[in-house]
Nanobody, 115 residues
């Protein structure tokens, strides 16, 4: 099983980034997918989640209206489009796959937003 995040980097406040998470080794469409983040010195928190079929999404209040989660089940990939980025969005962003009690994590990708 592998979850490989990409797309992180350094961006100015107000800018945009699109994260990708490429999955392999499991039946992707059966798994709910989520993005979490861990700011420096803080606990990991849920950012956004999407159901296996993509028909249901959920967002943390802090990112509603700015971030969009989506998935392409044909390509086994989940995305996080991040717009209007703020310095408070600075964190390591992790991809998570979950099916019942089974869960997998990616290695994370750093997002840094400068003011």
């Amino acid at each position: 099983v592998q979850l490989v995040e990409s797309g992180g980097g350094l961006v100015q406040s107000g800018g945009s980034l699109k994260l990708s998470c490429a999955a392999s080794g499991f039946t992707f469409r059966r798994y709910g997918m989520s993005w979490y983040r861990q700011p420096p010195g803080k606990e990991r928190e849920l950012v956004a989640a999407i159901s296996g079929g993509g028909g249901s999404t959920d967002y943390a209040d802090s990112v509603k209206g700015r971030f969009t989660i989506s998935r392409d089940n044909a390509k086994n990939t989940v995305f996080l489009q991040m717009n209007s980025l703020k310095p408070d969005d600075t964190a390591v962003y992790y991809c998570n796959a979950r099916f019942g009690l089974i869960g997998y994590w990616g290695q994370g990708t750093q997002v840094t937003v400068s003011s």
